[in-house]
């Protein structure tokens, strides 16, 4: 006899911290708003930047690959962090890494290009406010003011300790994506929900 039972749903590595997370944005009167933002695609994808692969690939998306370091471009629902200057992360809505995926590789066609779906690899917090950058200083050694660190930039980086990758998201006051392996997800929480206690 089959089994009928549903499949439990996915849990999010941060799912037992929503509520601390959304009390820090209840008590903190607008200052910081931390939230999980569970099961965004992401595709690592590696290729020769000045290859036809590269090309193909952003045509194919509708999104080219950014070849100035640390920046982020963005199209509809999905975005392209230059990692490298033959690495690139893609990230997508829940759901479309199969499809980010499918399209990349046929872009590419025979071109040597490396396609790895790493979305179970991290999370992505969401920390915006008045007081985001403070917050985000108390752990961090890049500046982060606007000057430096402004819309549209990215860096792989520490965090409380913690190996992150640190998007400025390009909405003025949008904050800060900050997507942190899996395994590290509850502990940057517990550090960023001590260090917001001076804000709320």
Not at 125 to 153: I, K
Request: contains cysteine; aromatic residues 4%; proline residues 6%.
């Amino acid at each position: 006899m089959a089994d009928t039972a549903l499949p439990a749903p996915p849990r999010s590595p941060l799912s037992q911290a929503a509520d601390r997370l959304a009390a820090v944005t209840r008590t903190s009167g607008g200052a910081l708003r931390l939230a999980e933002l569970p099961f965004l695609a992401q595709i690592d994808v590696r290729l020769d930047a000045k290859g036809a692969a590269a090309d193909a690939i952003g045509l194919a998306l509708g999104l080219q690959l950014p070849l100035e370091p640390n920046t982020v471009v963005r199209a509809g629902e999905s975005a392209a962090l230059w990692l490298g200057p033959d690495e690139w992360l893609l990230v997508g809505p829940p759901g479309s890494e199969r499809d980010l995926e499918r399209r990349i590789r046929k872009a590419a066609g025979d071109e040597p290009v490396s396609v790895t779906d790493v979305s179970a690899q991290r999370t992505t917090l969401l920390v915006t406010g008045l007081r985001a950058h403070d917050l985000l200083a108390h752990g961090c050694a890049l500046d982060l003011h606007p000057r430096a660190f402004g819309s549209g930039r990215c860096a792989q980086t520490t965090l409380g300790r913690t190996q992150v990758v640190l998007v400025s998201r390009d909405e003025p006051g949008a904050g800060f994506w900050v997507l942190v392996r899996s395994s590290f997800a509850g502990y940057l929480a517990d550090w960023l929900l001590d260090a917001a206690t001076e804000y709320v």
